[in-house]
């Protein structure tokens, strides 16, 4: 599998952790020796891992948790950065996010996730993938 498939497999990986509202694989998928950086919409930044991990669990554990699925990934290599660009359609609205990856430990590691609105409604939105084709 080469590294910009690898990098958008862990990438659903991700978006699966959130859908099955498991906590245990969205911890696994967090880098842990490297700075992160999480910044859900309309929350501020956090920039460290006990948070982020908090707040994944506090968002994960609730039961108005949203329905979030995951469409038109991109991915780049850039240097030693994996970076994936993506739609998450969650209800009636549609963000768009960019997530970050490192290799930690011989496997890529989510080190920043970002969502913010998206001026998309969700009838607009495909699989194919955000800014192009895969790079």
Request: charged share 20%.
């Amino acid at each position: 599998m080469s590294q910009c498939a690898e990098l958008l497999f862990v990438n659903e990986a991700f978006y699966h952790a959130f859908q099955t509202r498991d906590v245990a694989a969205m911890e696994a998928l967090w880098a842990r020796h490297v700075p992160v950086v999480c910044i859900h919409p309309g929350w501020r930044a956090m920039a460290t891992r006990d948070e982020i991990m908090a707040s994944w669990h506090g968002i994960l554990t609730s039961p108005d948790a949203p329905d979030i699925a995951c469409c038109g990934a991109n991915g780049r290599l850039v240097g030693g950065v994996g970076v994936v660009v993506c739609y998450e359609q969650m209800d009636d609205r549609v963000l768009v996010a960019t997530n970050l990856y490192i290799r930690e430990e011989g496997a890529w590691k989510l080190i920043h996730h970002q969502a913010g609105p998206s001026n998309l409604t969700p009838g607009e939105v495909t699989d194919d993938p955000v800014g192009g084709r895969l790079q």
